[in-house]
Nanobody
């Protein structure tokens, strides 16, 4: 069992940066793929980024490639999402997720979810 708690959300101007963090508890964190999803108002939750258990494999949604970077620290049981060049369309609730593989995450699925943190990008 993995429990996930996100932090770092907030209000930022377009073009700015923000880093989200996710603290995980549970003995299976180091073997789980981790990822981030987001849900904008009136839209379905969508995949953003994922990282494999060792940190070596990373995958991103096309909409954030080159702007966002996902990383993990297995010693601290944390996963982060560095977001740069933010756009108003990045406004959403961002969710941390854990799953059996990065492929599982990139197809929109997860085994465990956090509660979410709000990111608002003003124009």
């Amino acid at each position: 069992q993995v429990q996930l708690v996100e932090s770092g959300g907030g209000l930022v101007q377009a073009g700015g940066s923000l880093t989200l963090s996710c603290a995980a508890s549970g003995s299976t964190f180091s073997s789980a793929a981790m990822g981030w999803f987001r849900q904008a108002p009136g839209k379905e939750r969508a995949f953003v980024a994922a990282v494999g258990w060792s940190g070596g494999m990373r995958t991103y949604a096309d909409s954030v490639k080159g702007r966002f970077a996902i990383s993990r620290d297995n010693a601290k049981n944390t996963v982060s999402l560095e977001m740069n060049s933010l756009k108003p369309e990045d406004t959403a609730v961002y969710y941390c997720a854990a799953a059996r593989s990065t492929n599982f995450l990139s197809t929109g699925r997860a085994d465990h979810w956090g509660q979410g943190t709000q990111v608002t990008v003003s124009s």
